[in-house]
C-alpha cells in the first residue's frame, strides 16, 4: 500500500465503528482526509484490534511523525547553571527524549473531542490507538479515575519517544489556592519519581493545567522550575529534564526563571 492508500484504509476500517462519523464522506483533499481519519481515531472507543490494523497504522503513524520532522534531545543545550535542565519550545510530540509528559484529564484515555487542540488529543492522536487500548487496561484495573497529581506511565507506541508520562494537573475555577499550588507540584514530582523508576533517562515536562485549566502561566512555571529543582538536589538524580513550552509567553516566562 501507498501512504495515502493506508490512510484511506484506516478511515474504513474506523468508520465500521457504530459512531458520529462512521458515515461522514471522505475527503478528497490530503488535509481533508488526514482530519477524518484524526477525528475517528479521537472517537474511538477502546476494544482489541487485529494485527493487520496494527501494523497499517503504525506504519502510517510513523511515516506521518517521520514527515514532521524529529527533534533529539542530544542536539539541545542545557542552561548554564545545571547540565540536566534544558528549555526547548515546540511540539512535543515531535521530541526525541525518554519520556513526554501528557496532561491528562482524569479518565486517562485521551480526548474524545474530534481534532481537539489539546495537548492530551495531539499525544493520543500521534501515538495512535494503543495508547488508548493500553490506558483503559489500566483504568479498568485500578477501577476508578485518575486523582489529580498522581501519574502513570505506558509506552510510547509510534512516537519517537520511548514512554508518555500521564499526569492529572489541577482545574483553577475561580481564585488560585494553596491546594492549586500543592497538587500541581505534585504532578511534577510524581512524573519524575515514575521516570527515575523506570530507569528514564530524559523527560520532556509540558506546561501542565495551563491553557484550559486555566492555572495562571506565570506561576505555574514557578512552581515547575522550583519542583524540578528541588527533586534534583533532593536525589542527585542524572535525570536530563527538558521544560518544555509551546507558547511564545511561557518561553518568556521559563528564561527568564532558568537564568
Not at 92 to 107: G, H, Q, R
Not at 191 to 219: H, K, W, Y
Not at 236 to 253: P, R
Amino acid at each position: 500500500m501507498t501512504h495515502e492508500e493506508q490512510r484511506i484504509w484506516l478511515i474504513n476500517e474506523l468508520q465500521k465503528e457504530d459512531n458520529q462519523l462512521s458515515n461522514y464522506p471522505i475527503p478528497n483533499d490530503e488535509q481533508g482526509q488526514k482530519d477524518l481519519l484524526r477525528a475517528l481515531m479521537n472517537v474511538w472507543m477502546p476494544k482489541d484490534l487485529s494485527a493487520e490494523f496494527l501494523e497499517i497504522q503504525d506504519e502510517y503513524l510513523q511515516e506521518e511523525n517521520n514527515r514532521a520532522g524529529i527533534t533529539d534531545i542530544e542536539s539541545l543545550q542545557p542552561i548554564e547553571s545545571d547540565s540536566r535542565i534544558f528549555l526547548w519550545q515546540g511540539d512535543m510530540t515531535t521530541l526525541k527524549v525518554d519520556a513526554i509528559t501528557n496532561p491528562a484529564n482524569s479518565a486517562l484515555l485521551g480526548c474524545f473531542s474530534p481534532l481537539h487542540n489539546c495537548a492530551d488529543n495531539i499525544i493520543h492522536s500521534k501515538a495512535g490507538l494503543s495508547l488508548r487500548f493500553k490506558c483503559n487496561c489500566i483504568m479498568r484495573a485500578q477501577g476508578h479515575e485518575e486523582p489529580t497529581g498522581k501519574a502513570k506511565i505506558t509506552p510510547a507506541y509510534n512516537l519517537p519517544c520511548k514512554y508518555v508520562i500521564h499526569t492529572v494537573g489541577p482545574i483553577v475555577q475561580g481564585s488560585l489556592t494553596k491546594r492549586h499550588e500543592e497538587l500541581l507540584a505534585s504532578c511534577y514530582r510524581s512524573c519524575l519519581d515514575i521516570a527515575e523508576e523506570n530507569n528514564v533517562e530524559s523527560i520532556a515536562l509540558c506546561c501542565i493545567s495551563t491553557g484550559v485549566f486555566m492555572f495562571p502561566n506565570q506561576r505555574a512555571a514557578e512552581i515547575a522550575v522550583d519542583t524540578v529543582k528541588a527533586w534534583l538536589a533532593e536525589t542527585g538524580s542524572q535525570l536530563k529534564v527538558v521544560f518544555n513550552v509551546y507558547k511564545d509567553l511561557d518561553l518568556e516566562i521559563y528564561s527568564e526563571l532558568l537564568q
